[in-house]
């Protein structure tokens, strides 16, 4: 864990710079901009690429020792001998970004031995700032954020693609399977105690849950695979198996519903 010094500097040029990558793609939405699909399917755009260009920019430059990993460069080898590395989605929630909807956001975290220890995740179109350092707490702006938490998943809300939610039928949660809100966005409305829980099955990308993963960490819930072991980041494989998030005592109620027969 860096000193609390390192940590609060590194704070500062993390958070200034999500800030400022967030508005201007907010001004990116009120443009024509190209966009077309990757060989995987999912869309990107101009934006995605000009806002992953800014941060790496910025913060790259601030901190060369570094090493990055990203949804909009392409990965390689060396950061896998950086201690610390930026972990970023310029935009996460695409599609939403393209509809002009307002559920998408700006994510980053920095991650220290494998774990997220600095966290910003916003979003412009409803001017939330959440952020979190370890040991600090989370905030969404200047008010502290803890997750209303319990034993019992009696119409708990859940919010899941339907393989993860299948595994919890029968266990009396409030399903969500809209798919709405993307990953970070999902982990962020769970650490202001808006969901009660996020559950997926399937690979899912260090970029969609790194930043995430430390808010719901500092508001006092757990973000797990779905085997429930904790995630280590920065491996040679970037991506993680599933996704299991809730308050500490809500979250072993679903590891429990998930595995019985």
């Not at 060396?78 to 994510?107: H, K, M, Q, Y």
């Not at 809209?178 to 990308?205: F, N, T, Y």
């Amino acid at each position: 864990m860096p000193d609390s010094e390192s940590l609060e500097a590194d704070a500062r040029l993390l958070f200034d710079a999500v800030r400022r990558a967030g508005g201007r793609a907010k001004e990116l939405t009120r443009q024509s901009i190209k966009r077309w699909s990757k060989p995987d399917g999912s869309e990107v755009t101009e934006a995605d690429i000009e806002i992953d260009s800014l941060l790496k920019t910025e913060l790259m430059a601030a901190r060369p020792s570094y090493g990055w990993l990203s949804e909009e460069t392409p990965d390689t080898e060396d950061r896998l001998s950086r201690d610390r590395i930026w972990i970023v989605d310029p935009i996460d929630g695409t599609r939403a970004f393209i509809n002009g909807d307002s559920e998408w956001c700006v994510a980053a975290a920095l991650v220290c031995a494998g774990r997220p220890v600095i966290a910003a995740v916003y979003c412009p179109m409803a001017e939330e700032f959440f952020s979190a350092i370890a040991g600090s707490g989370v905030w969404i702006g200047s008010l502290p954020m803890k997750i209303p938490d319990s034993h019992s998943l009696q119409a708990a809300h859940v919010v899941g693609n339907r393989k993860g939610l299948s595994g919890l039928a029968g266990s009396g949660i409030a399903a969500d399977h809209s798919g709405r809100l993307p990953l970070q966005l999902r982990l962020a409305h769970l650490a202001a105690g808006r969901i009660d829980g996020a559950v997926s099955v399937g690979k899912r990308h260090d970029w969609d849950l790194a930043a995430g993963d430390l808010l719901v960490h500092e508001a006092g819930g757990l973000v797990t695979d779905t085997s429930g072991g904790q995630y280590i980041y920065n491996r040679p494989e970037p991506w993680q198996q599933g996704l299991i998030a809730a308050g500490a005592k809500r979250h072993a109620a679903i590891i429990t519903a998930m595995r019985i027969p």
